[in-house]
C-alpha cells in the first residue's frame, strides 16, 4: 500500500553487504551518530580556556559510571600528558624514610579497585542566586563517577614509616604549574584515600591526572589531586592559597568557612531536564543521579508538583558508598506544566535542602556547596527548563 515504514519494508545496505573488519579501530570510537555527546565549556566562564572547566553530559549517560571520555574536566592552568616513565612520586615531611617512586614501585604494590564520584566543589555554583543556566549539563555537570584502581595512602605512608604521634596532615602536590596543593586529615588519610593509575579499567586519562591522581572518596574535587608528585606529612594544616583565599565558603554574615570539604547528600534529575522536550503526553521514566560525600544513599523521593507531594524512586544497585546512585520512577504526564524535583537522603539520615532552606544558612552570594533541591519545569508545549521554587 506504500504506507508501511521504509525501514521496516526496504532491507538496509548493512543487511546485505559486508561490515568493517576487526581491530578496524585498535581503540574503539564512539558511533559517528553520537557525537552530540560531549563535554562542554560554558563560554565566558573565565578568561582562558585551560584555566576552565568543561562539564560533563550527565543528560545523555545511563547508569552510574562516566566513560572516561566524557569525564568532566578542571584545570588551574592547563592538562599535560606526562610520560609515566619520567614521573615521580615523593613523600616527605614528617616521615623516618622520605622515599620517591617510579610509576613501577607503584604498581606493584598491592592495589584496590573502588567506584566513587567526583564532584567539583563549585558544582551548581551558578545558582545561588537564582537560574542561571539553561542545562543539567551546566548546572550539574562539574560531576563524574568512575572505577578507580590505585594503592591505598595508608600502605605507602607506613611504607614511609609516618610519624604516628605528631604527622596529623598531608599536603598534596600536582606536578602541573598551578601551585595547586590541598591539605588532608592523617584520619582521611588512612581511611579510604587512593593513589591512584586506573580509571575504567584502564590508565587515566591525560585530563584527568596520567598518570598518578589522589582519590579521595565523598570530599570536594579539589582535593582530588592530578599529576600526583608529592606527600608531605606535617603537623598542622598548611593553609595554602587554595584553602586561604579559593574553596572557601562565603556566609551570609560576611565570614568566611575554611576546609568544608565533603560533598553533602544531592541529587537531580537527569531526564526529563532543562534543554529536553517531552515528545508528547503519557508514560515516561523520570531518572536521575544521588550521591553523598558521607556515604551511601538510602532513598530518593521524586516530586511532580514542585513539592507539595512525594513518591519514593527504584534505586538501581549497585548502592556504593561515596558513589553515584542512579534512580528511575514511573510518571504519567497528563500534558499539564509540572514542577519535577528529587530529593536524596544518605544513610546518616541528613535530607537534600530546599534552596531557601539553604540560603538561610548559607545565604546567596557563595560559590561553592550548593546541593539544593533542583527543579525543572516542564511547560504545556512539552519545552524542560530550569526554574526555582521557594
Ligand atoms: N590537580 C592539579 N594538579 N591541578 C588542578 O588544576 N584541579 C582540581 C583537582 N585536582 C586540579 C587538580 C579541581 S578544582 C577539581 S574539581 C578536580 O581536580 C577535577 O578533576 P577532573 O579534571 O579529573 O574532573
Known sequence: SGDGDPNILNLPEHSTTLGQAVATNGYGVPSKYETNLLRRESPGLTRVSAASVSFAPLQGLFGIITPSGLHFERHHQGWHDIDPSKHRFMINGLV???????????????????MHFIECGANTAMEWGNVAVPTVQYSHGMLSCCEFTGVPLSV???DC????????????????????????????????????????GEMLRPENGYPLRLVVPGVQGVSWVKWLRRIEVGDKEYGTKDEAIHYIDSMPDGMYRQYT???ECKSVITTP?????????GFYNITG??????GKIKRVDVSVDGGRNWRTARLEGPVNTKCLT?????????????????RAIDETGYVQPKINELRAVRGTRSIYHNNAIQSWKVSESGEVSNVQVY
Open 289 to 294: 543521579l544521588a550521591w553523598s560525600g558521607r
Open 161 to 200: 614509616g609516618y610519624d604516628k604521634k605528631n604527622g596529623k596532615f598531608i599536603l598534596a602536590e600536582g606536578a602541573d604549574g598551578s601551585s595547586m596543593t590541598r591539605t588532608i586529615s592523617m584520619d582521611r588519610a588512612l581511611d579510604d584515600v587512593i593513589v591512584a593509575w586506573g580509571m575504567n
Open 96 to 114: 623516618k624514610n622520605p622515599k620517591v617512586y617510579t610509576m613501577d614501585d607503584l604498581m606493584r604494590l598491592p592495589s584496590v579497585s573502588r
Open 273 to 281: 531536564s532543562a534543554g529536553q522536550m517531552l515528545l508528547d503526553k
Open 261 to 263: 570539604s565533603i560533598q
Open 326 to 342: 542512579r534512580f528511575n520512577i514511573n510518571w504519567v504526564w497528563d500534558g499539564s506544566p509540572v514542577v519535577l524535583q528529587s
Open 156 to 158: 605507602l605512608l607506613e
